[in-house]
Protein backbone atom coordinates (compact mmCIF):
# COMPACT_ATOMS: atom_id res chain seq x y z
CA UNK A 1 0.00 0.00 0.00
CA UNK A 2 0.86 3.46 -0.32
CA UNK A 3 1.60 4.03 3.43
CA UNK A 4 1.64 2.00 7.00
CA UNK A 5 -1.57 0.45 7.79
CA UNK A 6 -2.38 0.02 11.21
CA UNK A 7 -5.62 -1.65 12.82
CA UNK A 8 -7.53 -1.70 14.71
CA UNK A 9 -7.56 2.15 14.87
CA UNK A 10 -9.16 2.01 18.25
CA UNK A 11 -9.13 -0.59 20.65
CA UNK A 12 -10.76 -1.05 23.98
CA UNK A 13 -9.94 -4.10 26.86
CA UNK A 14 -11.47 -5.07 29.60
CA UNK A 15 -8.44 -5.45 32.34
CA UNK A 16 -7.14 -8.57 32.24
CA UNK A 17 -8.01 -9.60 28.52
CA UNK A 18 -5.42 -10.04 25.74
CA UNK A 19 -4.70 -7.75 22.48
CA UNK A 20 -3.52 -8.17 19.24
CA UNK A 21 -2.66 -5.10 17.32
CA UNK A 22 -1.64 -5.46 13.49
CA UNK A 23 0.34 -3.16 11.50
CA UNK A 24 0.93 -3.49 7.84
CA UNK A 25 4.41 -1.74 6.56
CA UNK A 26 4.79 -0.33 3.35
CA UNK A 27 5.36 -3.07 0.77
CA UNK A 28 9.56 -3.45 0.15
CA UNK A 29 10.70 -1.92 3.56
CA UNK A 30 12.97 -3.89 5.30
CA UNK A 31 12.51 -2.10 8.95
CA UNK A 32 9.66 -2.35 11.36
CA UNK A 33 9.41 -0.19 14.26
CA UNK A 34 6.74 -0.19 17.10
CA UNK A 35 6.35 2.43 19.42
CA UNK A 36 4.44 3.84 22.69
CA UNK A 37 3.05 6.59 23.16
CA UNK A 38 1.14 7.73 26.48
CA UNK A 39 -0.84 10.67 26.84
CA UNK A 40 1.14 13.84 26.72
CA UNK A 41 4.24 12.27 25.74
CA UNK A 42 6.48 11.41 23.25
CA UNK A 43 6.70 7.99 21.07
CA UNK A 44 8.53 5.78 23.49
CA UNK A 45 11.15 2.70 21.27
CA UNK A 46 9.17 -0.68 22.02
CA UNK A 47 10.91 -3.00 19.31
CA UNK A 48 12.55 -3.20 16.28
CA UNK A 49 12.52 -6.03 13.36
CA UNK A 50 14.98 -6.11 10.19
CA UNK A 51 12.87 -8.46 7.82
CA UNK A 52 11.56 -11.21 9.72
CA UNK A 53 14.52 -10.82 12.76
CA UNK A 54 13.50 -9.16 16.27
CA UNK A 55 17.18 -7.80 16.66
CA UNK A 56 16.10 -5.26 19.38
CA UNK A 57 13.05 -5.84 21.72
CA UNK A 58 14.57 -3.73 24.63
CA UNK A 59 11.81 -1.35 25.25
CA UNK A 60 8.94 -4.04 25.72
CA UNK A 61 7.98 -2.80 29.51
CA UNK A 62 6.86 -6.36 30.44
CA UNK A 63 6.80 -9.91 29.38
CA UNK A 64 2.91 -9.44 28.58
CA UNK A 65 4.50 -7.58 25.58
CA UNK A 66 5.16 -9.79 22.51
CA UNK A 67 6.19 -8.53 19.03
CA UNK A 68 6.52 -10.78 15.66
CA UNK A 69 6.55 -10.69 11.54
CA UNK A 70 6.76 -13.91 10.89
CA UNK A 71 7.20 -13.82 7.11
CA UNK A 72 9.20 -10.60 7.28
CA UNK A 73 6.13 -8.22 5.97
CA UNK A 74 2.97 -7.78 8.35
CA UNK A 75 3.57 -7.48 11.65
CA UNK A 76 1.91 -8.24 15.32
CA UNK A 77 1.92 -6.51 18.41
CA UNK A 78 0.12 -8.48 21.65
CA UNK A 79 -0.10 -7.68 24.65
CA UNK A 80 -1.56 -10.87 27.90
CA UNK A 81 -3.31 -9.99 30.39
CA UNK A 82 -3.72 -6.00 29.82
CA UNK A 83 -3.18 -3.42 32.39
CA UNK A 84 -4.67 0.08 33.24
CA UNK A 85 -1.37 1.44 32.58
CA UNK A 86 -1.26 -0.32 29.06
CA UNK A 87 -3.37 2.33 27.83
CA UNK A 88 -1.41 4.45 24.76
CA UNK A 89 -1.49 4.43 21.04
CA UNK A 90 0.70 2.19 19.25
CA UNK A 91 2.56 3.50 16.81
CA UNK A 92 4.28 1.21 13.96
CA UNK A 93 6.95 2.74 11.23
CA UNK A 94 8.38 1.76 8.49
CA UNK A 95 11.42 2.20 6.25
CA UNK A 96 13.69 0.48 3.35
CA UNK A 97 17.38 1.50 4.84
CA UNK A 98 18.30 2.45 8.16
CA UNK A 99 19.86 6.22 6.86
CA UNK A 100 18.50 8.89 9.68
CA UNK A 101 18.08 11.40 7.68
CA UNK A 102 15.49 9.74 5.92
CA UNK A 103 13.36 9.11 9.27
CA UNK A 104 10.89 6.54 9.13
CA UNK A 105 7.23 6.55 7.79
CA UNK A 106 4.42 5.95 10.87
CA UNK A 107 1.56 4.46 10.83
CA UNK A 108 -1.72 6.58 12.55
CA UNK A 109 -1.31 4.00 15.36
CA UNK A 110 -4.67 1.96 17.37
CA UNK A 111 -5.32 4.00 20.65
CA UNK A 112 -5.79 1.24 22.72
CA UNK A 113 -8.00 2.21 26.04
CA UNK A 114 -8.32 -0.74 29.21
CA UNK A 115 -10.69 -0.26 31.20
CA UNK B 1 16.03 9.94 32.45
CA UNK B 2 14.80 11.98 29.46
CA UNK B 3 17.31 12.09 26.87
CA UNK B 4 15.37 14.39 24.63
CA UNK B 5 13.38 17.21 26.54
CA UNK B 6 11.60 20.11 24.58
CA UNK B 7 10.20 21.93 27.45
CA UNK B 8 7.93 23.96 25.97
CA UNK B 9 4.16 22.10 26.14
CA UNK B 10 2.86 24.67 23.55
CA UNK B 11 3.07 28.06 21.66
CA UNK B 12 1.35 30.42 19.94
CA UNK B 13 2.36 32.67 17.41
CA UNK B 14 0.74 34.91 14.72
CA UNK B 15 0.12 33.95 11.45
CA UNK B 16 3.36 35.67 9.46
CA UNK B 17 5.42 35.42 12.26
CA UNK B 18 8.04 33.01 12.78
CA UNK B 19 8.04 30.42 15.26
CA UNK B 20 10.36 28.79 17.10
CA UNK B 21 10.69 25.18 18.70
CA UNK B 22 12.97 24.50 20.89
CA UNK B 23 14.74 20.99 21.74
CA UNK B 24 17.54 20.35 24.11
CA UNK B 25 19.25 16.48 24.83
CA UNK B 26 21.95 14.89 26.68
CA UNK B 27 23.26 12.13 24.84
CA UNK B 28 26.51 13.03 22.94
CA UNK B 29 26.39 9.88 20.79
CA UNK B 30 23.05 10.90 19.26
CA UNK B 31 24.31 11.55 15.32
CA UNK B 32 20.89 12.61 13.67
CA UNK B 33 18.40 14.90 15.12
CA UNK B 34 14.41 15.27 13.36
CA UNK B 35 12.01 17.09 13.20
CA UNK B 36 8.32 15.50 13.27
CA UNK B 37 5.05 17.26 12.93
CA UNK B 38 1.81 15.40 14.38
CA UNK B 39 -1.87 16.19 13.31
CA UNK B 40 -4.95 14.91 15.75
CA UNK B 41 -5.38 11.12 15.04
CA UNK B 42 -2.88 10.79 12.77
CA UNK B 43 1.38 9.69 13.16
CA UNK B 44 4.20 11.65 13.01
CA UNK B 45 5.04 12.75 9.53
CA UNK B 46 8.74 13.34 9.19
CA UNK B 47 9.66 17.16 8.42
CA UNK B 48 13.32 18.04 8.55
CA UNK B 49 16.47 16.53 9.86
CA UNK B 50 20.28 17.65 10.58
CA UNK B 51 23.08 15.37 10.98
CA UNK B 52 25.37 15.99 13.83
CA UNK B 53 27.95 17.00 11.67
CA UNK B 54 25.96 20.22 10.68
CA UNK B 55 24.81 23.42 12.63
CA UNK B 56 21.78 24.12 9.69
CA UNK B 57 19.35 22.52 7.37
CA UNK B 58 17.16 24.25 5.48
CA UNK B 59 14.16 23.19 3.68
CA UNK B 60 12.20 26.14 2.42
CA UNK B 61 9.84 27.63 5.25
CA UNK B 62 11.82 25.46 7.90
CA UNK B 63 15.12 26.01 9.12
CA UNK B 64 17.11 23.31 11.82
CA UNK B 65 20.07 24.35 13.58
CA UNK B 66 22.30 22.31 15.86
CA UNK B 67 24.23 23.70 18.74
CA UNK B 68 26.41 20.69 19.69
CA UNK B 69 28.27 22.44 22.39
CA UNK B 70 25.00 23.75 24.44
CA UNK B 71 23.46 20.08 23.16
CA UNK B 72 20.19 22.51 21.54
CA UNK B 73 18.48 22.23 18.45
CA UNK B 74 15.74 24.60 17.52
CA UNK B 75 13.37 24.79 14.55
CA UNK B 76 12.53 27.91 13.13
CA UNK B 77 9.05 28.12 10.61
CA UNK B 78 9.07 31.70 8.57
CA UNK B 79 6.22 32.89 7.52
CA UNK B 80 4.01 30.32 9.90
CA UNK B 81 1.04 29.61 8.71
CA UNK B 82 -2.47 28.40 10.05
CA UNK B 83 -1.60 25.11 8.35
CA UNK B 84 1.41 24.56 10.75
CA UNK B 85 -1.03 24.53 13.62
CA UNK B 86 -0.03 21.09 15.19
CA UNK B 87 2.06 19.05 17.72
CA UNK B 88 5.47 18.88 17.00
CA UNK B 89 8.11 16.24 18.32
CA UNK B 90 12.11 16.66 18.26
CA UNK B 91 13.38 12.88 17.98
CA UNK B 92 17.60 12.17 17.73
CA UNK B 93 19.17 8.97 16.33
CA UNK B 94 21.49 6.66 17.10
CA UNK B 95 22.52 3.37 15.37
CA UNK B 96 21.84 0.78 17.89
CA UNK B 97 22.32 -3.00 17.23
CA UNK B 98 21.52 -2.22 13.44
CA UNK B 99 18.68 0.44 13.36
CA UNK B 100 18.60 4.05 13.77
CA UNK B 101 16.19 4.10 17.20
CA UNK B 102 14.74 7.62 17.36
CA UNK B 103 14.15 8.82 21.08
CA UNK B 104 11.39 11.19 21.32
CA UNK B 105 11.00 14.79 23.21
CA UNK B 106 7.62 15.36 24.64
CA UNK B 107 6.00 17.62 22.12
CA UNK B 108 5.12 20.92 21.68
CA UNK B 109 1.73 22.40 20.41
CA UNK B 110 1.81 24.78 17.92
CA UNK B 111 -1.30 27.14 17.40
CA UNK B 112 -0.85 29.71 14.67
CA UNK B 113 -3.46 32.53 15.42
CA UNK B 114 -5.07 33.90 12.19
Known amino acids: GAGVSQSPRYKVAKRGQDVALRCDPISGHVSLFWYQQALGQGPEFLTY????????KSGLPSDRFFAERPEGSVSTLKIQRTQQEDSAVYLCASSLVDRGLSGYTFGSGTRLTVV | DQQVKQNSPSLSVQEGRISILNCDYT??????FLWYKKYPAEGPTFLIS?????DKNEDGRFTVFLNKSAKHLSLHIVPSQPGDSAVYFC?????????????FGQGTRLTINP
Open chain 2, 27 to 32: NSMFDY
Open chain 1, 49 to 56: FQNEAQLD
Open chain 2, 50 to 54: ISSIK
Open chain 2, 91 to 103: AASAMVGGAQKLV
